[in-house]
């Protein structure tokens, strides 16, 4: 069983940057490929990006390339993800994922964990 608490959101200016948290209870962290998500109002909730267990994977949707980063710290139960060049259409609430398993996907059903999500809104 793990548990997933997400912070870091927040309203920022279009071109900005933010830094999501992930805090993950457990002691088998390690072990557990990590996503994020996002759900814009009135919309399914969209792939961002995923990181396998030792952090030697990563995979991102086409909106968020070169603009976002996943990374990990397995010692602190966390993993992160830091948002770049940030546009309005980032604006969503981004849910934290996990799946103990060593491959990385892009689908929802595939992790069995959910954080509560956290608000970040940009504006133009």
């Known amino acids: 069983q793990v548990q997933l608490v997400e912070s870091g959101g927040g309203l920022v200016q279009a071109g900005g940057s933010l830094r999501l948290s992930c805090a993950a209870s457990g002691r088998t962290f390690s072990r557990y490929t990590m996503g994020w998500f996002r759900q814009a109002p009135g919309k399914e909730r969209d792939f961002v990006t995923a990181i396998s267990w030792s952090g030697g994977s990563t995979d991102y949707a086409d909106s968020v390339k070169g603009r976002f980063t996943i990374s990990r710290d397995n010692a602190k139960n966390t993993v992160y993800l830091q948002m770049n060049s940030l546009k309005p259409e980032d604006t969503a609430v981004y849910y934290c994922?996990?799946?103990?398993?060593?491959?990385?996907?892009?689908?929802?059903?595939?992790?069995?964990?959910w954080g509560q999500g956290t608000q970040v809104t940009v504006s133009s």
């Open positions: 994922a996990a799946d103990y398993s060593t491959a990385v996907s892009k689908e929802r059903s595939w992790y069995a964990y």
